[in-house]
């Protein structure tokens, strides 16, 4: 099926690319995406619980649970017992171990900061602000979707 929207191509070419990207670095890193998703956002985040990261990623705790154990095996994260209540258990990253995570996200890095050449500093708030709103709408539609709305 061929459409006659260029402005929504160029979007898509956008999310394919990111994506794509994603996996990747996934098979780069013998992970899955979601497992690279959730190293993004400790990244972003900083320590999160099991709950957090789930809820964050709209996985089942059971799945999220699993993503971790995939990722403490690998050597990306540890479980950090909390001092006060040793019930309350956050996940952070393992600033040792990301290594080769760092090695795989290297070009994407340096792609990304020469495409910073091309956009004056006045522009780069709305840029800012456009990615943000993108990404609050495709989560959002990811809630109706796993939520089952239309």
């Known amino acids: 099926m061929v459409d006659n929207h260029p402005e929504e191509d160029v979007f898509r070419e956008f999310v394919i690319a990111v994506l794509l ?8 890193l ?4 979601v497992d690279v998703a959730a190293t993004m956002l400790l990244e972003m985040r900083g320590p999160l619980s099991v709950g957090a990261i789930s809820e964050e990623l709209g996985l089942p705790s059971a799945s999220a649970t699993r993503m971790v154990d995939r990722l403490e095996k690998a050597g990306y994260v540890r479980r950090v017992r909390g001092e006060r209540d040793r019930r309350t258990v956050t996940v952070e990253l393992v600033r040792d171990g990301m290594d080769d995570y760092d090695a795989a996200c290297h070009a994407s890095r340096r792609h990304l900061a020469a495409l910073g050449a091309h956009y004056g500093p006045e522009q780069v708030p709305l840029l800012l602000d456009m ?3 993108v990404a609050t709408a495709y989560r959002a539609a990811t809630r109706d979707l796993r939520e089952g709305a239309t």
């Open 21 to 28: 990207h994603n996996e990747a670095v996934a098979d780069r």
């Open 30 to 33: 013998g992970l899955q995406p």
């Open 131 to 133: 990615f943000a709103r």
